[in-house]
């Protein structure tokens, strides 16, 4: 399939710039095939039955990005990536001309040097043993570029957030309160949480017109045994909340649908065509990116035009885009 074929419009004015407040009072779109139906996102419990698994990532986001300079005064951004070794970390690096011995300055005295890398991922080495303390007093959560609004670290996070690791935030989760995902366990609805990290990755976009050529970055997941032994022991239906929970369980899952307790990396890929192993009965996830991987993999839960399909009518009837943005819960069967 051709990359173009994931294209489409979207108004500027309609890319939210902060989250619906209270969460669950942002709009769901119900897709059913071509059958759209519209809600609020707390209409789900009206969508929910005893015996289903609803499946949450509890992966934390930390405020991993720094803003600073060069020491010849070109500002730069940073983005933490992961820790390589003793003050070693992996950034991807927003500035000019960037090569290896670029020195950098930042506040509070933390400073670095590059000491590898290309294509906006470089090795950079800090000058403090604690650059986890550092980032805590002034970092800034990586909120995504499209994003101009400054936000809370507590705006951008789920509130079932758990387990540090990530520099992007599951986005799907961010239409739960506490109160609703209260009333979801009071229906008998049994919550599992997985955890996926997301890396940097999921901010470089497809530059291959041939999607199949396509390389995904890897990224850090785990699934307890006891969070498989609850998906595998179902009464209900599976109901996934995101793309990073839907692979997580794809990467962990057998050729008979069988999950697998898992700490591992994945790069899986999905995109039309792809064979499932364990597909989800209903998927809830947000309004993706034109020509993203996000967009592809739902793409290969429903149809590339029941996507598209989906999508003009959520530009139609002025739905909220992207991160901070409205959801969709799709039926898959």
Not at 111 to 132: H, I, R
Not at 187 to 204: A, D, P, R
Not at 250 to 271: C, L, N, P, R, V
Request: proline fraction near 5%.
């Amino acid at each position: 399939m051709k990359l173009s074929q994931f294209d489409y419009h979207l108004p500027k004015e309609l890319i939210a710039q902060e989250p619906a407040d209270p969460r669950d009072s942002s709009r769901l779109m119900i897709v059913k095939g071509s059958k759209i139906e519209h809600k609020t996102f707390k209409d789900i419990i009206s969508y929910l039955k005893k015996g289903d698994v609803l499946v949450l990532n509890d992966t934390k986001v930390e405020p991993v990005k720094l803003l600073g300079r060069k020491t010849t005064g070109s500002p730069a951004e940073f983005l933490v990536s992961k820790k390589l070794g003793p003050r070693l970390y992996e950034c991807m690096i927003k500035t000019n001309k960037i090569k290896p011995g670029t020195e950098f300055v930042f506040s509070n005295d933390i400073k670095a040097k590059v000491t590898g890398g290309s294509d906006g991922l470089f090795e950079v080495m800090f000058n403090t043993e604690d650059l986890d303390a550092a980032l805590q007093k002034i970092g800034e959560m990586p909120l995504p570029p499209y994003i101009k609004k400054k936000a809370s670290r507590e705006q951008y996070q789920t509130v079932f957030a758990k387990k540090s690791g990530s520099i992007a935030a599951p986005t799907a989760g961010f239409h739960f309160t506490p109160e609703l995902l209260r009333d979801v366990e009071r229906l008998g609805v049994e919550i599992v949480k997985v955890t996926l990290h997301v890396s940097y990755g999921t901010f470089l976009p497809v530059k291959t017109e041939d999607i199949e050529k396509h390389v995904m970055h890897e990224e850090w997941f785990e699934i307890t045994e006891e969070a498989a032994e609850k998906i595998n022991n179902r009464k209900g239906r599976l109901i996934v909340v995101g793309t990073t929970s839907l692979r997580s369980l794809e990467s962990a899952a057998d050729d008979m649908g069988i999950i697998h307790a898992a700490k591992k990396s994945t790069s899986i890929f999905i995109y039309p065509g792809y064979k499932w192993k364990l597909k989800p009965d209903i998927m809830i996830t947000n309004f993706h990116l034109p020509k993203s991987t996000l967009i592809m993999l739902i793409a290969a839960l429903i149809g590339l035009d029941n996507v598209m399909h989906a999508y003009e009518i959520a530009v139609k009837e002025r739905y909220r885009f992207y991160s901070f943005g409205d959801a969709m819960m799709i039926f898959t069967n």
